[in-house]
């Protein structure tokens, strides 16, 4: 979706004339309960024409699907697709040190998250370590993960 009306938000060529009513009432129709059961919300920004044209110098495909793969396989052996880990196991599988446990608190306090949204985030917080082939999950895969849940943020609300 677009973060606002005429699709210009955060657009770094166009001016974006929507008032801050207009983009509420706009984002209001995702209700909040279908936000809740997506894992991730991204803001992309359009890409310049030169970037669109440029030189990739970004992860290439092959190197990020063997990332995947690599995540994928730990996943298996711990026996859950981290998506599927259940809840009870949950806090075992993504132990959190200290400075990832008040990273986690801090942003369910900010952003006022719901349980579910609390969970979503430490699964996508345990891929992220996966992906860097990392045992625990830190307070970096943590905030990261808690950046992909732009539309929970209280500046919405
Ligand atoms: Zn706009």
Not at 89 to 96: G, N, T, Y
């Amino acid at each position: 979706m677009h973060a606002c009306p005429c699709g210009y938000f955060s657009d770094p060529t166009r001016e974006c004339r929507c008032t801050g009513a207009i983009i509420q009432r706009y984002l209001s129709k995702v209700s909040g309960p279908l936000l809740d059961r997506i894992d991730m919300h991204i803001e992309v920004p359009s890409v310049p024409y030169k970037e669109l044209r440029g030189k990739d110098t970004g992860v290439s495909s092959a190197e990020m699907r063997d990332r995947v793969e690599g995540a994928r396989a730990i996943q298996q052996r711990r026996g859950f697709y981290n998506s599927r880990i259940p809840s009870r196991q949950l806090r075992k599988l993504c132990a959190l040190d200290e400075a990832g446990e008040r990273t986690l608190e801090m942003a369910v306090r900010r952003m006022g998250l719901s349980a579910r949204a609390h969970d979503r985030i430490l699964k996508v917080a345990r891929t992220i370590a996966d992906l860097s082939a990392s045992e625990s999950v830190i307070a970096k895969h943590l905030a990261e993960a808690v950046q992909y849940r732009s539309l929970d943020r209280s500046y919405w609300n």
